[in-house]
Structures are given as structure tokens and as C-alpha cells.
């Protein structure tokens, strides 16, 4: 055949297939159409999964009557005018696309007035053809009807699910959009009956509620985070709702994430929020969430995909970080609600210190108590015991974390960057070795228990060592020739698996034979919290605490050192040379 241009006819059927998918892509396109028209009032209406009639109302700006011809136009918008507004742009459409593309493969009618306008126009066409145009009377605002879906595309109908399935998709699109949209108020109605509702009021809990129900809003927690701009650097906010540890899902598929008001499926993005919860659910377990990043315009490319439902950030690990420490906050601050929260508190030492601390009263941690009924106002918690140990560090004041790595710490030597990894290697390390002193290490039950498997030479060493392996917490059952079950883990590392902490241990001792001290350090160096890990404030400050009181806090057990130093005297120095 020979090279020719492809009719216009044909070129919009082959644009369809890439935004027009299936009936719910109809729904997100007419809904972001009348979002970005500014309304606060939008009516989804379906009947026939969608395919025999999709009709999404608003009361926006209309379309004024000299452009109303070009809307159903391939590349026609009102969005974008310059090469550079697509730097920054902040309506959801920008591609022209969609209402040429839907138009193509169905029978629409679109009924437009402008506020302002005397009459309102009304349009018929059938596969992209215009059949009739008239002024009529209208309310402002547009509708636009989409009828017979795919009629002229066969093969995409034939790939279109059954109507429940397209009907739980319009569903969801309509209730992200509510979400990510708290004030304006959306309806849907499936085949005549009323399926979603939201009230417009502005307040996302009330959305969140009615979209993901009740019974699993119960189970999350508020997320609200605004880290602001630094040199280079965006200003991000992170709101929404997550899940409490105590309920999951097994699959990411209700991790709801809008990036500027854009509902965004981005894999990168979810995995940030699940490692929000590292330590807090098992593998496998995931949470559920609805978060709203708002970061300026020109941070976000959203022209990567027809769907526009990826996005490119200009500083991913900006925003990853963020999302990430947003929900690690949350999800700390609740701390209370949470089974395995406790992670720094196995000791119950960093509470009582972060109490110490803390100058004023925290009025939360004392709601219903005596102090609250103290008629003669004394508001003045008792003074928390301070540990018996002697502190071996300065006190030092928590400024941040930098790189998910280290910690950045103040005193009045100086600035003093903490290696997280190799701190909490040693705070585990002395926490341990105090256990094992006092009879054996803490050890905490496995519900189901763990199994696993071993080489033939590290079978031969758990054999050797039992003993050493019961007092260091491990309670192990054997399972088969070189599979073992394991019940129980040394309480303070247990958020590891078995999988994580024996192999190291037993490699261990290998190297060094039944060395307690020896096997001590491998556990602290396989427990500990790893680089990459975002940390809330508070288990920052609860690891700095701990480590000011460890008897050599200089240094993890393996020999890394734990602290860079940079006295007052260094850092004038350094600037003054400039
Ligand atoms: P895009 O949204 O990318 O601009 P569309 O094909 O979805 O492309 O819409 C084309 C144009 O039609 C829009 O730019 C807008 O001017 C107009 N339009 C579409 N839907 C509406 C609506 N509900 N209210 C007002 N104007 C609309
Ligand atoms: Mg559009």
C-alpha cells in the first residue's frame, strides 16, 4: 500500500481508542470538563453501564457561542495557548481531545448557555458529524449526553466488561473526583437511582466518609503536612486520610492519589506511602488511602500519558519523601491506636523522656485524668523519672532528617549529623546486651510462627547452638529435614522476620562461635532501622534520647561510627574563609 495522510476521519476513531477506553474514561473527561468550567454543582447520569447513555451536568461558565463549534474539534481548547503554558498548567484538560474523541465513537448532544447569556445553544452529532444546531432555552451550564457508546468501534465494545464492572468504574471515577473536589457538590445516579452523593461543603472527611464508607473512614487517620519551599525546592502539601495498621487490604488498589487536584495512579507514589508503614503491617498487607499533593504547577509534567493519568515530577524525591514522612507522622501521632507502633518504646523509656522534655503540659496526654479536675489549676504534670543511666551525650535538639539517612541534630557544641542506621544499631545493641545480663532476651509469641529454610551447614549450627539461640529469644521447632518453624523473636527486634535475622546470626556464628557478645551485634546490625527509612519527629527524637544515655554512643557495634560533628568554632571557621 502505498504512504498517504490518513482522513480525519480515521485519525479521530485511532485518537478515541487512546483517551476513550471505556465508558468510565467518557465520565472522567465531561467531569473534568466541568471542573475546570468552575462548577460547584456536577450530576452524573448512567443507564446501561454507560453505554447507552452517559450525561454529566453542570452549572460552570457554558460555552460561549462563537466557540461552541470548535469544542467537538480535535485540539481544540481553551486551555492552552503557548508552547510554555504547558510548563505550568493548571486546568485538568489542556489536550483538546476528549470531546472530539467521544464524539467520534458515539451520539452526543451538548446543551450550553453562558451565565451571562440571553439563550442557551444545543447540538446533535452523530459519530463526530454535526446533524443539527439550534438555540434554545437553557439553564447556565453545560450538559453533554453520550449515547450508543462505541457503536461504530465493534471491537472496542466487544472488550468492554460486563455493566456491573463499567458501572463500578464510573462509581469510583465520580467518587475520586468528589474527593479530590470537596467543594462541589456531585451526584451520581446509576439506571435511575441515586448511587453517590456529596454535599460540596468543602470538608474532605465528610467526602471520604460517604466515598470509601463509613466503617473504613473509622479506621483512618487525618494526614496533614505542608513542608515548604527551600531553595530549589517545591512547596508540597500532603492532606487526605490513611489507613490505621490495625485494618488492610491485600492488594494497593484503594491508595487514592490526587497530584494538583488530578487523579494520578502512580506506582512510585504508592510505594512511598506503603513504606510509610514499614514495621506496622506484614508483607503482603497494604493500606488504604485518599491524599491530596498540592505542589506548584510547574513541579508536575502531566503530558506523558493521553489519559493524563501519570504524571512526571521536576524533584520525585522531593515529593516521595514527603507523602512519605506526612503519613509516617499521622500514623505516629496516633500512636496510641496503633499495635506496633511502639517501636522505640519497647523500653517504655523514650514516653517518660519525651514527657521530660517537653516544657508544657501536652493537654491530650492528659484528657480525663485528675490533673484536668484539679480545681486549684495544677496544671503541672508530675516530673517523669529520669533513667538511672548516666547521660553520656550533650542534650541534643532535634532539627530534621536529611536523605531519609541521617539525622540532624544541635547542642551547644555544635551541629551533629546522626547516622539513623548505625545509632539505632547500637541503641539495639546496649538494649539487648541489658536483657541478655538480666537472664535472657525478652521474646515475643508469633501468632502462626515463621518457617523457614536453611542450607545444610547453617541446619548444623542452629543444631549446635540451640541452646544460645533459646536464650537470645528464639524459639525454633523443627519443620522438616532443613525447614524449621520459628515461634517466637527477640521482643525488640521482632518487627524483622525470622528470615531477616537468623541468617545473619548464624553466618555470625560461624565467624565467631558461640560468642553471646558476638551474636548480640549481628542481631543489633540485622534489627536495625535501615537507611531510607523516613522518620517521624517523634521517633527521631525517641532514637536521640535513647542513644544519650547508650555507654558508648560513638560508635555501632560493628565499628561504624555514628556521629559527624561540627563544632560552632568548625562551622565559623569554614564560612569565614570564604
Ligand atoms: P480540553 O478539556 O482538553 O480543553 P475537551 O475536548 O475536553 O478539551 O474540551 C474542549 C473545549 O470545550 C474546552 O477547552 C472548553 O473550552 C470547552 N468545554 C468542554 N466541556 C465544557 C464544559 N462542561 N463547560 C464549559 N466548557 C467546556
Ligand atoms: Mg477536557
Known sequence: MAIHVLPEEIVARIAAGEAVERPASVAKELIENAIDAGASSIHVEVAGGGRQLLRVSDNGAGIPDEEINLAFRRHATSKLRKVEDLEALTTLGFRGEALASIAAVSQATIITRQRDGSAGTRLNLDAGALRHQERIGAPAGTVVAVENLFFNTPARLKFLKSDVTEKRHI???????????????????????????????????????????????????????????????????????????????????????????????????????????????????????????????????????????????????????????????????????????????????????????????????????????????????????????????????????????????????????????????????????????????????LDEGQTIALDPPDVERLENNAPLLAKLGFEIESFGPSTFLIRSLPACIARRTSADLLPPLLKQLRQTGADEGAALSALAAAGALSRGQVLAEDEMRALIAKLEYCADPLAAPSGRKIFIHLSSAELAEEFRRA
Open 171 to 445: 462509581h469510583w471515577v465520580t467518587a475520586r473526583y468528589a474527593m479530590a473536589y470537596p467543594g462541589i457538590a456531585f451526584v451520581l445516579k446509576q439506571d435511575g437511582r441515586e448511587r453517590f452523593r456529596s454535599s460540596g461543603n468543602g470538608d474532605l472527611a465528610d467526602v471520604v466518609s460517604r466515598a470509601m464508607g463509613l466503617k473504613a473512614f473509622k479506621s483512618m487517620v487525618a494526614v496533614d503536612c505542608l513542608e515548604h519551599s527551600r531553595l530549589g525546592r517545591p512547596k508540597i502539601q500532603v492532606s487526605g486520610f490513611v489507613s490505621l495498621p490495625a485494618i488492610s487490604r491485600a492488594s494497593r488498589d484503594r491508595i487514592i492519589l490526587f497530584v494538583n487536584g488530578r487523579a494520578v495512579q502512580d506506582s512510585a507514589l504508592s510505594r512511598a506511602i506503603t513504606q510509610a508503614y514499614d514495621g506496622l503491617l506484614k508483607s503482603g498487607a497494604y493500606p488504604f488511602a485518599v491524599l491530596l499533593i498540592t505542589t506548584p504547577a510547574d513541579f508536575v509534567d502531566v503530558n506523558v500519558h493521553p489519559t493524563k493519568a501519570e504524571v512526571r515530577f521536576r524533584d520525585s524525591s522531593a515529593i516521595f519523601l514527603a507523602v512519605q514522612r506526612a503519613v509516617r507522622e499521622a500514623l505516629v501521632e496516633c500512636g496510641d491506636k496503633l499495635p506496633a507502633a511502639d517501636i522505640w518504646s519497647d523500653s517504655g523509656f523514650s514516653e517518660q523522656y519525651l514527657e521530660y522534655r517537653r516544657p508544657l503540659p501536652d493537654w491530650r496526654r492528659f484528657e480525663g485524668s485528675d490533673l484536668l479536675d484539679n480545681p486549684a489549676g495544677q496544671y503541672i504534670p508530675e516530673v517523669a523519672e529520669l533513667p538511672a543511666k548516666p547521660r553520656t551525650l550533650p542534650v541534643l535538639r532535634l532539627v530534621g532528617q536529611v536523605g531519609a539517612a541521617y539525622i540532624v541534630a544541635e547542642a551547644p557544641a555544635g551541629v551533629y549529623l546522626v547516622d539513623q542506621n548505625a545509632a539505632h544499631e547500637r541503641v539495639l545493641y546496649e538494649e539487648l546486651m541489658e536483657e541478655l545480663k538480666a537472664g535472657g532476651l525478652r521474646l515475643k509469641a
